[in-house]
């Protein structure tokens, strides 16, 4: 009888799990125009908030630290905007100049498939009638300008609520014992989500600068719009750089007349992103993440089924937060070992973990040992 209770238990609750899990996913889409500029606030705090602390102990600013982490930022931000929207307009202007190579591609490609009579460019860009796009295009970019002034309002109170989080830890986990769990889990989630920003910059820039310089070899135009576009693809996981790369041969061949162009941009920028994909990533990211492979590929499709493209840059740092929160509760832990690497979700964040301190409750673990710009627990809150 008591066995037959428990099974019952074990089904209700492994049910209640499911539907809660279908319900949270459901939520997510239907308020992704709400909650994503609010994750992106969210990231970039974490990630203006971190650069903060780096001036902090490497130079004599204290106070100042994270105002300048803000200006140095907008700054960052605003100069690739600038060179980006730059290059696109002149890129976009020399697509006339290529009209009549597109043409001669387009004539190759249709012999091939059996085209009698191939379309030109301009017999193409008619047909597809761009007038009725013009809506469409114009609501994105609205939205896009929406989202983006929604996320900067919500990094600007983030900023300016930083100090009375504090109050609100204490008063949610009045114990000590509580407080220093509470701390513990932000630490590591913090942690974890710097450490892949600082990993995906350092190796997103080896992978920029070695292909701006292949470019600039073959004399490949708008070289700077294509570098920088293969650096922010770099922050997209798995896929990201893969795209990122295949770009630019695709417009060698509309520029040149030969195609070992495009062979060489093709052989050399696939031989960079192996080379900075499979030695340098993992040497640089070791277990700080300690994520499943095929669950990064599981996040990245849906995060971006429910929230888009900002949901496949957040896809790694939300389910590194989600793992880590989930190893702290008994009846979730076995989800956070499915999603872990190495079957210790404990481990992520760069705090390795045994398999017996993996499976210790939180109010019993040993905090964490700091590293050089690492969170420090404390009895109080993070500011």
Known sequence: ?????????????????????????????????????????????????????VLSDHTPLNRAALPLAVVLSIALFGGAA???????????????????????????????????APPTLQQLYSSLDPSQYLGVVAKRLQSFAGDAVFVLIYLGFILASRRGFRRKVVGMFPTHNEREDAVRVFGQIRDGVERYLWVQTVTGAMIA????????????DNSVFWTFLIFLASYIP???????????????????????????LLVVLNLVQFVVGNVVLPRMQGDSLNIDPVVLLLSLAFWGLIWG???????????VGAMIILAQFPATRRIAVLLSANGSPQAASGNPATAETASTPASEMPAPKTQAGAFKPKSKAPT
Do not use: H
């Open 1 to 53: 009888m008591a066995e037959d209770t428990a099974a019952v238990r074990t089904a209700t609750r492994n049910s209640v799990m499911v539907l809660a899990a279908i319900a949270s996913g459901a939520a997510l889409f239907w308020l992704r125009d709400i909650l994503t500029p609010l994750a992106l606030a969210v990231f970039l705090a974490v990630m203006i908030d971190g650069f903060a602390r």
């Open 82 to 116: 600038y060179i980006i929207a730059d290059n696109a307009t002149s890129f976009a202007a020399q697509l006339v100049e290529y009209q009549p190579k597109l043409n001669t591609i387009i004539a190759r490609v249709a012999g091939v498939i059996g085209v009698e």
């Open 209 to 220: 600068a070695g292909s701006f310089a292949v470019m600039v070899a073959v004399g490949l």
């Open 238 to 264: 798995v896929v990201g750089g893969f795209i990122g790369i295949l770009l630019p041969p695709v417009f060698a061949l509309v520029q040149f007349d030969t195609w070992w162009q495009a062979v060489v």
């Open 309 to 319: 493209v900002p949901g496949m840059f957040l896809s790694t740092p939300l389910t």
